[in-house]
C-alpha cells in the first residue's frame, strides 16, 4: 500500500468536507444552524450527476448543482429566519426533503455510464517538493485547487474585512448589528446561501470528481453530517476545518484501502474486504467525529469562546416604523 | 407594504389540531405536484397508497404491523424532545435492540427448549438494554461534556449499522448469507394469526404482541408526564431550563435518564420488529424507522397518543410507499410534511399582519443636519 | 393637550434643534403618546421626566426613528424631517443611547464603534481606527481603551463606548434613556462632564430619566410626562423643586405605600459571614460579606448594580458556589444545592420574573407547584396529585387576586403584576422562614407594587426574614427595616432605616466611605468623612 498514494487520494476526499464545513462554516457564524447539509450535498450530487449524464458538459454541472444546494438551502433559511422556525428542526426536515428529492431524482441514474468528469491538474515545478508536492499538488481535480484556494479567502473575508467584521457581529449579537444599520435578515440569507452554494458543490465533487457514479443515499454516505461535526472541532474557523477535513479523507482513504491488502506487517490482514471485521473499519469515521466533537466542546466550555453566541435564535427585531 | 409576525398573545384551542391537519394536507398536494413534475401520476399513487393500508382487514392488520416499531420509537423521540432533547439517534437505538433481542436467541444465552414466556421477556430486557446504553452514550456526552446530541445521537446510528452488519455477515451468518438463521417459535412474539384454529377471522393477520407493547407505552407515558413527578420534571425543564434550575431540578441526570429510557423505547422497537416480524436479524431491518419517528413525534407535538394515531398513518405510507416509483417518493413526502408542520406551527404562535404605509402630515423629506 | 395651570416656558429665539409637535403614538391595547410636543434647544441638555409607562421611552423612540408616529410631526433645524429607520436619524444627525447597550461582547471598542458604517470599504484597517476613536474619546473626555473587548469593560465604560458610536458618525443631538441607571457617582460626574463638553460644542442632548437630584443638576430644562401627554413642557431646571417635580410626575404628593408596624424581631434566621463568590466573568463578586437577619426582619440590600447583590441571592438560595459560611436557623446551606435551600424553607423571588421564576408555556397551576410538588399533599410518592394542585392553585389564585381566565392559562398570557402575584402567591404560601425577594416590584404598576408590599409585610408580621434587594432606594426606606449598603461585594454600612441618612447611604453605595471597616479597626477615627 503506497501511503503517498493513499493520502493523495484521501486529499480529494477532504476537499468533499472541506467545501461542505466552510458552507456551513459561514451560514453559522451568521446565526443560522443548517443541519440540512447532508440533504443539500444530495441534491447538489444527483443534480451535478444527472446534468453532466444529460449535457457531458462537467462544468455547466457544476454550476447546475452549486444551484441546486443553493435553492435547498433558501427554503431553510425562509423557515428559520422569517418564520422564526425552530432551526434543528427546519435543518432535519431539509435533510429530509433532500434526501428523497434527490432519491427520486436520481432514479435510474446509478445504470449511467461512465461519464466526463472534471479536469485534474499537477502544479509544475511545485509537485516536485519532497512530501507534500505528491500528495498535495500531483493530479488533484482542480476543484481540490478551488479548496485550498477557499480557505484563506474564507479566513480572509471573516477576520479582515468590513463584511466580514459584520458577519460576526450577526451572528454574536444581532441586535446590536440592527441597531448600527446593518442588515440582519438580509445578511443571514446572503450566508445561508453561500452555505448552500458550497454543499451543493461539495456533492459535485463527489460525483463529478472523486466518486463519479449515484448510488442512492450512499453517494454522500453521512459526510454531510460529518462535516457539521467538523465544524464544531473547527471551532468555527475555516482553517481549523481544512485541517480536520483533510485528516477525515486521509483516514476515509486509509479505511477503503487497507481493505484491499493481503497482510500488514506479516501478519494476515484482518481488514481484507470480505471480512466481516472490515466494519469496524467503517465504523471509525463516524466513532472519529464523535471524538472530535467531544474534544471541540471540551475546548469551547474552557476557553469560553464556542458556537457565535446567537446561532440557532431567530432574530425579532423591535416593532418598527417602516 | 410589509408582511409582519406578531407573536399570538392567545391561541384558540381549535387552531393547533387544525394547522396540524391543515399542515399535512398542504403537504399532500405539495408532494403531488412534484411527482407529477418528475412525471409520476400522483392520484394514482395517492388511490393506491389508501387502498393498500386500509383496504381491507388484512391490509389493515400489516398497517398495523408497520405502526408497531413507528408507535415506540415515535415515542422515544416524543420523550426526548418533550425535554429538548434532541435524540436523532431512535434508528440506531433501534438496531441495537435488535441486535440485543438477538443476541438471547443467538448467542446462545438460554438453554435450547425454554418455554416463550422466558425468552420473550428475556428478549425484551435484553433489547431495552441494548438501547438504552446506546442511549446513555450521548446522554451523558452531552450532560456531563455539553456536547452536541445530534451529531452524537447520529453518528451512532451509523456505528449501529456497521455493528449488525458484522454480526449479520460474520459470526451469526448464516450460510454465509445477509442474515442471520431464523429464531426458533419460542422467540417468536404471539401473533393474532397464531389462534386463527380457534378463531378462523384472525388467519392471516399478523398483528403481534409489539403492537400492545406500544399502545401500552403510550398509556404509561401519557400517566408518566402528566402525573408523575418526572414527568413534570421533564416538561419543566423542556420549557424552561432556567426556571428548571431554580427549582432545584437536577437537570444533568434527568438528561442522562430521558436518554436511556428513550434509547431503552426506541430498543424495544427492534426488539419487537425481531421477534414480531421478521423473526431473525438481518441487514436491512430498517427502512428509517428512527428517522421517520422524528417526524412522527413532532407531528404529535410530542403527545403519546397523538403519536399513535401518526405512527398508523405513516405505517400505511411506508407499507404502500414501497410500491411507488420512484421510490424516494415517501421520503421527500415525509421532508414536506415536517415542513409544513414547521409553516403551521409559526401560524399559531404568530398572526401575520399586514401594514400598509402609514399616512404621515409632514412632507416626506429627510433632511440632514 | 398642555395644562394650562402648569408653567410653560418661553421659546428660544433661534430655531430649535429638534422639536417634536404634536405626537401621537398608539400600541395595542395603550395610548402611549397623546399629543406631544417637545423642543430641544441647541447646546443644551434637556431631561424628559416621569414614572414607568409615562411614554418617555416612546417619544425618545420616535425621535431616534425607532419607532414612527401616527400622526404629528418632527422638525430638525425648523425642517420637517421623516425618519423611517435609526440610520436615517443617525444620517440626520440625531443618535440614541439605550439603556440596554447594543454592543457585541466579544469584538473590541474600535470594531463595535465602526461596525454598520460604509467605510472603510473593504479591508478592515484597525490601526487607523483605532488611532480615530482614541482622539474622539480624548476630545469629549470619554475614558476607555480602544482596544480592549466589550466584556472587559465595566458598564460605565461601555456606555462610552455607546456614546463614542454616536460622535464618529457626527451626531449634533444625542438621545439618552436612563443613563445614570447603572453608574457609580463618579462615572455620573464623568458623564456629566462629557454632556457639557458636547454642548459647549454647539451639540444638543435630550435625556431620560426618573432620578429627580440628577436631573436637577444636568439639566437645563425639564419636560414632565404623566401618562402619556406633556404635564410641563420645557421648565427651566433653576428654580424647580423636588417636590414639585415629583407632584408633576406622579400627579399626587407622594405618600407611603403601606404602613409600617413597628417590628417584632425573633431570632436570627439568615447568618452570612465572611463569604466570597466570583460571578459568571469569574471575577470576585462577593468579598467577605457578613450579615444577619432576624425573625420579623425586613433588610434592604441598597447597592448600584453590579456590587455583588445578585451574585449574594444566588449564593443563599443555591444557585452559586461560595466560600465562607451561610446558615438558616442555625444550619449550613453554604453550597448546598437549590433543592436543598428550597428543603430549608428559603423562599427565592428572583429578577427574571419570565425567563427564572415561570415557565411561559406551562400553566398557572403547574407554575404554582413549582416548589411543592416534591412534597405531600401535593406529591403522592412517585405521584403528582393533580386534583389536589388543582384545588390549592384555586384557592391561590383567589387569595391573592391572579387575574387570570383559569388555572390553565399559561403563564406568558399573564400581565407583569399578575405574574408576580403568581410567584409571590407560590413563594410565600409555605409560609417560609426566608425570603430572599429580588427587584420584586420592578415593571410593575402603582397598584401591583402596592399588593407586593402588603404581602412582604404580612409576612413579616408572621415572623418570616426578609432580604429585600432592590435598586429602588425609596422602596427600602418604605418597607425595610434595616439597611445594609453593599459595594464592590461588602457590606460597608449597617442602618436602621427610620434613622438613615440618605445622602450618607448614597455616599457608601459609591465607594465614598465605608463605616464597617471604619467601625471595625479601633486605631482609626471612627466614621468617615462627614458628607
Redesign the interface.
Known amino acids: 500500500m503506497d501511503f503517498q498514494l493513499v493520502l493523495a487520494a484521501g486529499v480529494g476526499t477532504g476537499t468533499v468536507l472541506l467545501f461542505a464545513a466552510v458552507g456551513e462554516i459561514f451560514a453559522e457564524r451568521s446565526g443560522v444552524l443548517n ?1 440540512g447539509v447532508e ?1 443539500m450535498m444530495l441534491i447538489g450530487a444527483v443534480a451535478g450527476f444527472s446534468t453532466v449524464v444529460a449535457t457531458g458538459n462537467p462544468w455547466v454541472a457544476l454550476v447546475v448543482a452549486m444551484v441546486a444546494g443553493g435553492v435547498l438551502s433558501l ?1 431553510h433559511g425562509v ?1 428559520a429566519i ?5 432551526q ?3 435543518g ?16 435510474g441514474l446509478s445504470g449511467a455510464g461512465a461519464t466526463s468528469q472534471l479536469p485534474r491538474l499537477t502544479v509544475p515545478v511545485l509537485s516536485e517538493v519532497p512530501l507534500l508536492g505528491p500528495i498535495f499538488l500531483t493530479n488533484q481535480s482542480v476543484l481540490v485547487y478551488v479548496g485550498y484556494a477557499l480557505v484563506p479567502v474564507a479566513w480572509f473575508w471573516i477576520e479582515k474585512t468590513r463584511p466580514g467584521l459584520h458577519l460576526r457581529a450577526v451572528g454574536q449579537n444581532p441586535s446590536a448589528a440592527d441597531a448600527q444599520g446593518i442588515d440582519v435578515y438580509g445578511s443571514r440569507y446572503a450566508y445561508v446561501l453561500v452555505g448552500g452554494l458550497l454543499a451543493g458543490l461539495a456533492g459535485a465533487t463527489i460525483t463529478l470528481a472523486i466518486q463519479p457514479g449515484w448510488f442512492s443515499d450512499q453517494t454522500v454516505g ?1 459526510r454531510g ?1 460529518i462535516a ?2 467538523l465544524v ?1 472541532f473547527a471551532q468555527w474557523s475555516p482553517i481549523r476545518a481544512a485541517f480536520g477535513a483533510f485528516l477525515f479523507g486521509a483516514i476515509s482513504r486509509f479505511i477503503l484501502d487497507i481493505q484491499g491488502v493481503d497482510a500488514i506487517l506479516g501478519f494476515t490482514n484482518p481488514f481484507q474486504a470480505g471480512r ?2 472490515t ?2 473499519l ?2 471509525l469515521p ?2 472519529l ?2 471524538v472530535v ?2 474534544i471541540g ?2 475546548e ?2 474552557r476557553k469560553r469562546l464556542g458556537a457565535p453566541a446567537a446561532l440557532g435564535i431567530p432574530y425579532v427585531r423591535g416593532e418598527r ?2 | 407594504m ?1 408582511i409582519r ?1 406578531e407573536p399570538r ?2 391561541t384558540p384551542r381549535w387552531l393547533s389540531p387544525l394547522t396540524t391537519i391543515g399542515a399535512v394536507v398542504v403537504a399532500l398536494f405539495i408532494s403531488a405536484l ?1 411527482l407529477a413534475f ?1 412525471g409520476g401520476d400522483p392520484v394514482r399513487a395517492y388511490l393506491h397508497i389508501a387502498n393498500a393500508a386500509f383496504g381491507d382487514v388484512g391490509v389493515l392488520s400489516d398497517t398495523l404491523v408497520k405502526a408497531t416499531p413507528l408507535i415506540l420509537t415515535g415515542l422515544a423521540c416524543a420523550l426526548a424532545f418533550r425535554m429538548r432533547l ?1 435524540n ?1 439517534g431512535a434508528e440506531g437505538q433501534f438496531l441495537l435492540g435488535a441486535w440485543g433481542a438477538s443476541a438471547i436467541v443467538l448467542a446462545p444465552t438460554l438453554p435450547p427448549g425454554t418455554p416463550a414466556i422466558v425468552v420473550i421477556p428475556a428478549m425484551m430486557v435484553a433489547g431495552a438494554f441494548a438501547g438504552g446504553v446506546w442511549g446513555f452514550i450521548p446522554g451523558i ?1 452531552k450532560a456531563r ?4 446530541e ?3 445521537s ?3 446510528n ?2 449501529a449499522l ?2 449488525i ?2 454480526w449479520v ?3 451469526w ?1 448464516e450460510g454465509g448469507f445477509q442474515q442471520t438463521e431464523q429464531f426458533p417459535r419460542e422467540a417468536w412474539l404471539p401473533r393474532l394469526t397464531d389462534v386463527a384454529t380457534a378463531v378462523p377471522a384472525f388467519s392471516g393477520l399478523t398483528i403481534h404482541l409489539g403492537f400492545l407493547f406500544g399502545l401500552l407505552a403510550a398509556t404509561l407515558m401519557w400517566f408518566l408526564l ?7 420534571e421533564i ?2 425543564i423542556g ?2 431550563p ?9 437537570i444533568k441526570r434527568a438528561i442522562i435518564v430521558v436518554f436511556v429510557i428513550s434509547g431503552a423505547l426506541a430498543g424495544l422497537a427492534g426488539m419487537s420488529e425481531v421477534g414480531g416480524v421478521v423473526h431473525r436479524l438481518q441487514d436491512r431491518i430498517s427502512p428509517g424507522y428512527g ?1 421517520t419517528a ?2 412522527i413525534a ?1 407531528l404529535a407535538h410530542f403527545g403519546p397518543f397523538r403519536v399513535v394515531i401518526a405512527s398508523v398513518l405513516f405505517g400505511a405510507l411506508i407499507l404502500a410507499g414501497r410500491e411507488i ?12 410534511i ?2 409544513s408542520l ?2 403551521g ?2 401560524l399559531v ?2 398572526r401575520i399582519r399586514i401594514d400598509r404605509r ?1 399616512p ?10 | 393637550m398642555t395644562d394650562p395651570d402648569v408653567p410653560v416656558a418661553a421659546g428660544l429665539l433661534e430655531a430649535n434643534a429638534l422639536e417634536a409637535r404634536g405626537i401621537v403614538k398608539a400600541f395595542p391595547g395603550v395610548l402611549a403618546n397623546d399629543g406631544v410636543s417637545l423642543d430641544l434647544g441647541v447646546g443644551e441638555v434637556h431631561a424628559v421626566l416621569g414614572e414607568n409607562g409615562a411614554g418617555k421611552s416612546t417619544l425618545m423612540n420616535i425621535l431616534a426613528g425607532l419607532y ?1 408616529p ?5 422638525l ?2 425648523g ?5 423611517n429607520s435609526p440610520r ?1 436619524a443617525i ?4 443618535g440614541m443611547v439605550h439603556q440596554h447597550f447594543t454592543l457585541v461582547p466579544s469584538q473590541t471598542v474600535t470594531e463595535n464603534v465602526i461596525l454598520g458604517l460604509a467605510s472603510p470599504r473593504f479591508l478592515l484597517r484597525t490601526g487607523r481606527a483605532e488611532a480615530e476613536v482614541g482622539r474622539l474619546a480624548k476630545q469629549f473626555g470619554l475614558r476607555v481603551d480602544p482596544g480592549a473587548k466589550i466584556w472587559q469593560l465595566s458598564v460605565g465604560e461601555q456606555q462610552r463606548v455607546e456614546i463614542l458610536k454616536l460622535l464618529y458618525r457626527g451626531a ?2 444625542l438621545i439618552m434613556d436612563e443613563p445614570t441607571a447603572v453608574l457609580a457617582p463618579q462615572e455620573i460626574d464623568e458623564l456629566f462632564r462629557t454632556l457639557r463638553s458636547m454642548t459647549a460644542d454647539g451639540r444638543s442632548v435630550a435625556f431620560i430619566s426618573h432620578k429627580l437630584g440628577e436631573v436637577l443638576a444636568i439639566a437645563d430644562r425639564i419636560t414632565v410626562m404623566r401618562r402619556g401627554k406633556v404635564t410641563a413642557a420645557g421648565m427651566p431646571a433653576a428654580g424647580s423643586t423636588r417636590a414639585g417635580l415629583a407632584r408633576l410626575m406622579v400627579g399626587r404628593e407622594v405618600i407611603e405605600t403601606v404602613e409600617r408596624t413597628p417590628a417584632r424581631l425573633g431570632d436570627t434566621v439568615l447568618e452570612v459571614s465572611d463569604v466570597d463568590a466570583v460571578n459568571d466573568r469569574e471575577l470576585p463578586a462577593l468579598r467577605g460579606t457578613s450579615f444577619t437577619i432576624r425573625s420579623g426582619e425586613i433588610v434592604g440590600i441598597a447597592a448600584i448594580a453590579g456590587n455583588g447583590q445578585s451574585e449574594l441571592a444566588e449564593v443563599i ?3 452559586r458556589a461560595c466560600s465562607g459560611r451561610i446558615r438558616i436557623n442555625g444550619r449550613d446551606i453554604a453550597n448546598a ?6 428543603r430549608h424553607g428559603i423562599a ?1 423571588i ?1 429578577e ?1 420574573r419570565t ?8 400553566s398557572v397551576v ?1 407554575n404554582l ?3 411543592s ?2 412534597t405531600p399533599p401535593i ?1 403522592q410518592g ?3 396529585d ?1 386534583v389536589r394542585a388543582r384545588g390549592v392553585a384555586e384557592a391561590m389564585r383567589e387569595r391573592y387576586a391572579i387575574a387570570t381566565p383559569s388555572i390553565d392559562t399559561e403563564a406568558r ?1 399573564l400581565s407583569g403584576g399578575n405574574l408576580q402575584r403568581l410567584i409571590l402567591a407560590r413563594e410565600i404560601e409555605s409560609e417560609p422562614d426566608l425570603i430572599i425577594a429580588v427587584q420584586p416590584t420592578r415593571g410593575l404598576d402603582v397598584g401591583a407594587i402596592e399588593s407586593v408590599h402588603r404581602l412582604l409585610m404580612a409576612r413579616r408580621a408572621g415572623g418570616a426574614a426578609i432580604l429585600l434587594i432592590t435598586e429602588e432606594l425609596d422602596e427600602i426606606m418604605s418597607i425595610a427595616d434595616r439597611v445594609d449598603v453593599m459595594y464592590e461585594g461588602r457590606v460597608v454600612g449597617s442602618f436602621p432605616v427610620d434613622s438613615a441618612d440618605i445622602e450618607r447611604i448614597g455616599l457608601l453605595m459609591t465607594g465614598g466611605e465605608d463605616a464597617v471597616a471604619d467601625a471595625a479597626a479601633e486605631a482609626a477615627p471612627a466614621g468617615g468623612d462627614a458628607p
Not at chain 2, 145 to 148: P, Y
Not at chain 2, 242 to 250: F, L, S
Request: net charge neutral.
Open positions: 443541519l440533504g427554503l423557515f422569517h418564520l422564526r422556525a425552530d434543528v428542526v427546519s432535519l426536515a431539509l435533510t429530509f426533503l433532500g434526501a428523497g428529492l434527490a432519491r427520486v431524482l436520481g432514479e453521512g453530517w457539521v461535526g464544531i466481516s471485521a466494519f469496524f467503517e465504523m463516524y466513532l467525529v464523535i466533537v467531544v466542546s471540551r469551547a466550555l416604523g417602516a | 410589509t409576525l398573545m392567545w412534484i418528475v434532541w436523532i456526552l461534556l455539553g456536547v452536541n445530534i451529531i452524537t447520529l453518528m451512532l451509523y456505528v456497521f455493528w452488519q458484522y455477515f460474520g459470526p451468518s402528566n402525573r408523575t413527578r418526572a414527568g413534570y416538561r419543566l420549557d424552561s432556567r426556571a428548571a434550575r431554580y427549582a432545584g431540578i437536577d428517522y422524528i417526524i413532532y416509483q420512484p421510490s424516494g417518493v415517501p421520503a421527500m413526502i415525509q421532508g414536506v415536517l415542513f414547521i409553516a406551527d409559526t404562535r404568530y402609514q404621515s402630515t409632514a412632507p416626506t423629506t429627510t433632511s440632514r443636519a | 414612527r401616527d400622526s404629528g410631526e418632527i430638525l433645524d425642517q420637517p424631517v421623516e425618519f436615517d444620517e440626520a444627525g440625531v449634533r443631538i438560595t443555591g444557585l444545592s437549590a433543592r436543598q435551600a428550597i427565592h428572583p427574571d425567563g427564572v421564576g415561570s415557565a411561559p408555556n406551562l403547574d407547584i413549582m416548589k410538588y416534591r406529591a412517585w405521584l403528582v393533580t398570557l
